[in-house]
């Protein structure tokens, strides 16, 4: 457990400016170090995400007998990938989602027992999504009311035909990582495109991986090869200065070395539709991912209806595009996003509140929120619930606030992003960082 802390923002009232690069991809952090655990030989990962989720997931790896080297001069981890060992104590994720899952799915297929936990904010959130599709692969797996932590014992798998309930990269990416370990081919289908870093991570690895009209087909028994990339910048953490610069007028930033994978930039083509000022430029590729660049300069935004197949490829930036619709012109409406009521917190709710908190109006829905705008708003003084992406979406609607704003527990911010707040403060955001009793009201 980290100290205690509060993020103070002041509304600066000046534009941003300037050149950044956020640190390294989560999701893609989390699959490296997973699937380079999977291949015989040594993985090699420069811009490694060294942050509190994926440093969740490389401890797990290294509790499962793998031997893992950090070259900090050289920002490279290698590690020797090759045959898992039975782990002495119960894996604990903390609060990576994606580390429990796809590690569940990889644990499901060994000859060994182990038990996956997290902290209590993980407990809270459902595993059924993942223990059904497993059971149904033949997985010996026991967690009550089917949240972590999950007991799984050795079991022979077979592959199967799996139609998602729910557009899901985790499920989806669990199904196909014990299918590596099954009898059979293993097919997932999605309603619709989630992030599909592990397929294209497993390709670059030689897996055999047939993609098309929506579903994935992987032959079990594949041999994969050892990686040797340089993790991209987070598209994620990308996209708060990318707001920040949208909505402060006179801003001009450029973000350099992103991931531009298009199954995770809806945002653009929701801003894009909002009438967003934003340039993007492929400038190379990484293990499959396009890298690029992004310069965003200030524009007015108009309110639009988004939903369906967008969704899914937006769905961490959710809680900043509630940001951004509050100083949109007309209005906004969000639909078919249910799942944020199950994220790190429920993403709908606890934005809705925040935002009514600093003086908004808006309805949150079931799945999602109408809101008109543009709308001032106060600085208040909130809590960031364990939830990273809150607590950065809130910490930009400080900098349009009117009054300064306190974020209660902003130590959440290292979970995906460390640094944010210096590099936000880069661009000429007004952030401090603090530890203090204050601190401790979460
Ligand atoms: C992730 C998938 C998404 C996303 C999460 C990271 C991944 O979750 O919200 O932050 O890396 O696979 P779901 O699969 O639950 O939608």
Known sequence: MGESKVLRVQPTGESLQGRATVPGDKSL??????????????????????AGDTEATLSACRALGVSIERDRDRDEIRLQGGALRE??????????????RLLAGILAGQ???STLDGSAQLRR???????????????NIHALGDVAPLKIRPARLHGIFYHLPVASAQVKSAVLLAGLFAYGATAVEEPQATRDHTERMLASMGADLVRGQGIVVLQSGQELRPLDLRVPGDFSSAAFPLVAATLLTGSDITLTGVNLNPTRTGLLDALGEMGADLQVSITGEEA???????????????????????????????????VAATQAVGETRLREAAELRVKESDRLAVMAAALQQMGAVLE???????????????????????????????AIAGMLAEGDTTLLGAECTNDSFPGFASLMSGLGAGMQEATGPESEAT
């Open 29 to 50: 952090s989390h699959r490296a170090v997973l699937l380079g655990m999977l291949a015989e030989g040594q993985t090699k990962i420069r811009g490694w995400l060294a």
């Open 364 to 394: 949150e829905r079931e799945d999602g929120f109408v809101m008109s705008g543009p709308q001032g708003l106060r600085g208040a003084q909130l809590n960031c619930h364990d939830d990273h992406r809150i607590a950065m979406s809130l």
């Open 87 to 100: 782990p002495t104590e119960s894996l604990d994720l903390r609060n990576a989602g994606t580390g429990f």
């Open 125 to 139: 959130r459902p595993m059924a999504r993942i223990i059904q599709p497993l059971h149904t692969m033949g997985a």
């Open 111 to 113: 000859d060994f027992a």
């Open 288 to 322: 499959g991912e396009p890298v690029g660049e992004l310069r965003v300069r200030s524009a007015t935004l108009q309110g639009a209806e988004l939903g369906g197949a967008l969704i899914p490829r937006m769905i961490d930036e959710i809680p900043l595009l509630m």
